[in-house]
């Protein structure tokens, strides 16, 4: 069986032999960003949005990264892991790197940050298509949602309490208990011809995917609003979906005890999937693959 190989700081190793120091401050005070992305017959949508938002994430931390390398990198661990498959997930992470433990806290890093980027098949081979969506409200919302932080705790915990009732998703909500996005993923519904998002201003993650969202929907026959909804409008909505970078589109037809329309994918929803999918096959740029170790 061929090993999966590991981006670390400039190098191709095989995953058992991926290390970083046991002082990395991502490690120990979760002080890093990352971003995740997908990779379909060698081709990534807006990669360059990606990296602006990682290197702007880093850059609010103190971390200095090169773009020019982490996108080098992206290629070289997509052509390393070709045994996955043509349709592969990228996970980047970059750290503060090493604690100098002379410092006190919060200290400075000892060192360059640290890089990481991994491969995954999408969804296994034979595996069925992903399902619709199921909510569950918790109170609970995005500390500092301008960074896509490796600090991932709230949305683990928020996830778990998700999973303990039966659903698929946490749906995170501002301290009124206002739906704002989901754990993973941006939140839209779709009221009447509008489709609804709550603003970044609302303390969402300006997600890649929802923005692109944004924009096929004018030619789906829905105006776009963006203002935070309320809870029983969630409830009450015509439709309901979740976007992110590896899901694209998908229908959430459930919220606790409530289902969302009739509780299956609804006809806007799937038309705002295709066309975010050919949007992406139409302007998806290619990697420039290369079998070098070398960042």
């Given amino acids: 069986m061929t090993e999966t190989q590991v981006w670390v700081d400039g190098r191709l190793v095989p995953a058992h032999l991926a290390t970083v120091s046991a002082l990395d401050r991502g490690l120990r005070s979760g002080e890093g960003v990352y971003e995740t992305l997908r990779v379909r017959q060698g081709h990534s949508f807006r990669l360059g949005a990606h ?10 931390l103190g971390i200095r990264i090169d773009p020019a390398a982490v996108r080098a990198g992206i290629a070289a661990v997509v052509a390393a892991n070709d045994h996955l498959g043509d349709d592969v997930v990228v996970r980047v992470t970059c750290t503060a ?11 400075t890093g000892a060192g360059v940050a640290t890089v990481v980027l991994t491969a995954q098949r999408t969804r296994a081979p034979g595996a069925p298509p992903r399902p619709p969506a199921r909510g569950y409200l918790v109170d609970l919302r995005r500390e500092l949602p301008m960074i896509k932080s490796t600090a991932y705790l709230l949305s683990l915990v928020a996830q778990r309490a998700a999973r303990a009732h039966g659903a698929s998703d946490a749906i995170l909500c501002d ?5 704002l996005e989901a754990a993973t993923a941006n939140l839209a519904a779709v009221v009447h011809d509008r489709l609804l998002t709550a603003p970044v201003s609302a303390g969402i993650l300006g997600g890649v995917t929802r923005a692109a969202l944004c924009e096929v929907a004018a030619g789906c026959g829905l105006a776009v609003e963006e203002r935070t909804l309320e809870r029983e409008e969630l409830l009450g909505a ?5 976007t992110s970078a590896v899901r694209g589109v998908q229908p959430l037809v459930r919220v606790g005890t409530r289902a969302i329309g009739d509780g299956a994918t ?3 929803t799937a038309r705002l999937r295709t066309a975010l999918d050919a949007l992406i096959d139409a302007t998806a740029e290619p990697l420039v693959l290369s079998r070098s170790t070398d960042g």
């Fill in 175 to 179: 301290p009124a208990g206002r739906p």
């Fill in 266 to 268: 609804g006809p806007v």
């Fill in 51 to 60: 990296l602006d938002r990682l290197e702007t994430g880093a850059g609010t």
């Fill in 97 to 107: 790197g090493p604690l100098d433990l002379t410092v006190p806290f919060p200290g």
């Fill in 238 to 242: 015509r439709e309901a979906l979740l």
